[in-house]
């Protein structure tokens, strides 16, 4: 069955629509989603990128559209272990992306440790999202998150109820500088000899990720985007946590939408040619230095556009 599973995973990539997942299910003699979600979890752990620890984690989740997500632990030989991203991390990213309106229930390898407890506090119904703990043996069942995280600190603490959660609609107000000092940031040629019409697209897809930011904390929205050298791009958005450490930069979203489209993300490296940040100016949480370090260690070559936006009080 494991070996079915891991198939069919990777044919299907990081998503798993629900028609797919309906007709594994039949497949593997599987009754119930929930189910599943635990027959994909090997799986998972195979296509997770942990060159620095060598311990792999997958976390496989079912959203409320039907559609089964997956998420890997993912190391950057490099850098400080702080920029990893967690397999639940990595989950929650990739519905973002997919536009995923809420999770279900999950199932991972290993216990969820307390910084992705956190992160998962961001999401509307948090306490209630079912956990499956598959390393705990034969006879495991699924737990709410409010068990392993009885007494959280989250979104209900620091936001009014109604504000917009991860994986919900968001709209962040932010505006072009004036066309001097655009013009100033956008200074220097082409990328790499990508050409314009692909530096045209990182911006937008930056932009995009900017205004669709989970940043109420900071109130500092952020977007990233990196091209390969086929002039695909990624993007992804900035994630807070109510906590702060918990959270995800932009520029790990873009690495998970990268590896979510079929890139490979090993050790053989990141194939980005280019890169683009969008944030607004000024402000107390930025993310080039990040962007810099991180491209300096998995794509060196890769060059970097930062734009500068102002902010609206209102960004959310």
């Known amino acids: 069955m494991e070996e079915k599973t ?10 798993i629509e629900a028609a797919a997942a ?19 979890v090997p799986a998972a752990q195979r296509l997770a990128r942990p060159p620095i620890s060598n ?17 890997v632990n993912v190391e950057f030989p ?43 506090q961001e999401l509307r119904g948090a306490a209630e999202i079912q956990i499956l703990v598959t390393s705990d043996g034969p006879g495991s069942a699924f737990r709410p998150l409010c068990s392993f995280l009885p007494r959280p600190f989250g979104p209900p603490d620091l936001l009014h109820k109604d504000h917009p959660l991860l994986l919900e609609p968001h709209d962040n107000k932010i505006f ?3 066309d001097e000092e655009e013009a100033e940031a956008a200074a220097g040629g082409t990328c790499n000899g990508i050409g314009g019409q692909v530096e ?24 990233f985007a990196v091209a390969d050298g086929k002039g695909r791009v990624y993007s992804g958005s900035y994630e807070e946590s109510a906590a702060y ?18 890139g490979d993300g090993s050790g053989k490296g990141y194939e980005f040619v280019a890169a683009a940040l969008v944030e607004a100016k000024g402000v107390a949480v930025s993310h080039e230095a990040t962007a810099r370090i991180f491209l300096a260690a998995v794509a060196p070559r890769a060059h970097l556009k930062v734009y500068r936006f102002q902010s609206s009080a209102d960004a959310a």
């Open 78 to 120: 490099g850098l400080p272990l702080h920029h990893s991203i967690h397999a639940e991390q990595f989950l929650v990213t990739n519905a973002a992306i997919h536009g995923e309106a809420g999770i279900r229930c999950i199932a991972v390898s290993s216990a969820p440790c307390g910084h992705c407890r956190q992160f998962l």
């Open 176 to 178: 072009l500088l004036d």
């Open 6 to 15: 891991a198939r069919s995973t990777v044919e299907i990539g990081f998503v």
């Open 22 to 40: 309906a007709a594994m299910m039949k497949e593997l003699g599987v009754a119930a989603a929930p189910e599943l979600l635990a027959t994909l």
């Open 55 to 71: 311990f792999p984690v997958g976390a496989v989740g079912l959203g409320t559209s039907g559609r089964i997500y997956v998420g």
């Open 200 to 223: 045209a697209r990182l911006r937008a897809a930056a932009e995009g990720a900017a205004r669709a930011a989970h940043a109420p904390y900071s109130k500092c929205p952020a977007g």
């Open 245 to 262: 450490n918990p959270s995800l930069g932009p520029i790990q979203a873009a690495a998970v939408a990268y590896m979510a489209a079929g």
